[in-house]
């Protein structure tokens, strides 16, 4: 079994940063891709980044997020961070971090979720 545990959400200002970390336990494995999806009240959850590294490190944005947020790994610490700048209202959302077979956007894609960590952008 493996166990997400996020930290690092909390209240910013419109035009702020902030980053959120993702610490994996449990039988984890390098080779698998992680990332991170996001919902806002009353709006389905969707797709923010995703991130694999094995011989290379590969990474997958959501257009709404693209040259804003950058996700990254640890594969030593089995840690996924997800820096977030120029942050708009439109970015309040609980954000969950995933674990999946594969770099991909689809919810299918994912074993493994977080119970999330709020973040609100204030305008």
């Known amino acids: 079994q493996v166990q997400l545990v996020e930290s690092g959400g909390g209240l910013v200002q419109v035009g702020g940063s902030l980053r959120v970390s993702c610490a994996a336990s449990g039988r984890t494995f390098n080779s698998n891709a992680m990332g991170w999806f996001r919902q806002a009240p009353g709006k389905e959850r969707e797709f923010v980044a995703a991130i694999v590294s094995r011989t290379t490190t590969s990474t997958m944005y959501a257009d709404s997020v693209k040259g804003r947020f950058t996700i990254s790994r640890d594969n030593a610490k089995n840690t996924v961070d997800l820096q977030m700048n120029n942050l708009t209202p439109e970015d309040t959302a609980v954000y969950y971090c995933?674990?999946?077979?594969?770099?991909?956007?689809?919810?299918?894609?994912?074993?493994?979720w977080g119970r999330g960590t709020q973040v609100t952008v204030s305008s």
């Open positions: 995933t674990l999946g077979s594969s770099l991909s956007a689809d919810r299918s894609n994912c074993v493994f």
